[in-house]
Structure formats: C-alpha cells, structure tokens
C-alpha cells in the first residue's frame, strides 16, 4: 500500500494567493482528517470527513480555509486568500475507524 | 478537563540505554491508546496501539508500552536506544464517546540520543 499521499510537499506562496492542498487517503479507508502543525500551537485538527461527508470543521481557523472531499479518493484543502500566519506543515490522515490515524508525509507552507 | 499529558518536553539518553517516555490521560473509562513517532521533516508514523486485552503491548521498531488502569498512564519503551530513534513522540488517546469521537494527542516529547 502507497500510503496517505499528499501534494505538493512544500509550497512557498506570497500572501493573497490562493493555496490547495491534494490528499489521497489510504485505499478503503472511509475518513479522512486534515490537520495543521506549528511550533507555538502544536498539532490541531483542523476538519474531518466520513464516507465523504464533512463532519466537523469547528477546527477550521477562518473563512479563508474550506475543503472537500469530492470522492473517496481525493480531498483538498483550500487557503483563499493565504496569509503569513498560515504557515505551517499539513497533514492528511486516513483511518477505517475514527482513532486509528494513518499520516501522509504532510506539506510545508511558507506565506511570504 | 479531559486531556492527555506528556510530563517531559525534551529527554535525552545515551545510545544503548534504555528509554520511558510517559503520558497520562484522564478520562472516567479506558480510552484506546496509541504511540505515533514523528522524525525530522516527516509525517507521524503509528508505533502502536492498546484497545483492549493485554496490557503490555508490542509495537514496531523494537519498541513496547505498558497500560496501566491504576495509574492512567500509557508509558512507551525501549530496552536500548538507537541513534534512529531521535525524533518527536506523541501520545494519543480515543476518548470513550461521550467525549466526542476525536483523537486526543499529547504535547509531544523530544527524544535526543547522545552517542
């Protein structure tokens, strides 16, 4: 099995761009997580999906970030418009059930 | 609160020596626990897991964790440490379902390994 995939694995932007980060969960797996990482406030979950299904986004900072998950195979997590503050490392994370947590290799934002 | 606690930010051991990284939760009932390890640059990787059974669990790269009821306590361990091993290690707990359905992970301990 490839794993959790997620693209791009680094991506630098200057402030105002619009941001999307791709997830390709494990293979059967039926939820998905997106999660944000820095130094000052650790790991956060920022939304979840089941079978497709947004489930709860209250992790989710603004209005600026939204995601989907359009088919079982693919999800996004779009920044519109970025700022410097988010920058972080983003993860994707697939399960069979909600606790046991399988992470792609997560992608580094630089907002300049 | 309910929350899950990793006493120690930073612990560094010698190449060889053993290893215990503690974390504790608190939670009314026995939540399923996990060991995630993060090195450098990359993704959490899941070291093991405790659902139910025996409480002294096996996990890969060598290493073990024991849960204990009494205490609330998951502690990881590793009889001798390799240099490999430096990284950051989270502790997460399930929370049994009348505290939400998410997973619930410690602050996180850095290893150093010193040669």
């Known amino acids: 099995d490839a794993g959790v995939i997620q693209s791009p694995r680094h991506e630098v932007t200057e402030m105002g761009q619009e941001v999307t980060l791709r997830c390709k969960p494990i293979?059967?797996?039926?939820?998905l997580f997106w999660y944000r990482q820095t130094m000052m406030r650790g790991l956060e979950l920022l939304i979840y999906?089941?079978?497709?299904?947004?489930?709860?986004d209250s992790g989710m900072p603004e209005d600026r970030f939204s995601a989907k998950m359009p088919n079982a195979s693919f999800s996004t997590l779009k920044i519109q418009p970025s700022e410097p503050r988010d920058s972080a490392v983003y993860f994707c994370?697939?399960?069979?059930?909600?606790?046991?947590?399988?992470f792609g290799p997560g992608t580094r934002l630089t907002v300049t | 609160a309910q929350s899950v606690t990793q006493p120690d930010i930073h612990i560094t051991v010698s190449e060889g020596a053993s290893l215990e990284l503690r974390c504790n939760y608190s939670?009314?009932?026995?939540?399923?626990l996990f060991w995630y390890v993060q090195s450098p640059g990359q993704g959490l990787q899941l070291l093991l897991k405790?659902?139910?059974?025996?409480?002294l669990v096996q996990g890969i790269k060598g290493f073990e964790a024991e849960f204990k009821r009494s205490q609330s306590s998951f502690n990881l361990r590793k009889p001798s440490v390799h240099w490999s091993d430096a990284a950051e290690y989270f502790c997460?707990?399930?929370?049994?379902?009348?505290?939400?359905?998410?997973?619930?992970f410690g602050a996180g301990t850095i290893l150093r390994v010193k040669s």
């Open positions: 997460a707990v399930g929370p049994p379902m009348e505290y939400g359905n998410k997973l619930v």
């Open positions: 939670y009314g009932a026995t939540p399923y």
């Open positions: 293979s059967g797996h039926d939820y």
């Open positions: 999906f089941n079978n497709n299904v947004p489930i709860d």
């Open positions: 994370a697939s399960s069979l059930w909600s606790y046991e947590q399988y």
């Open positions: 405790y659902f139910s059974g025996d409480t």
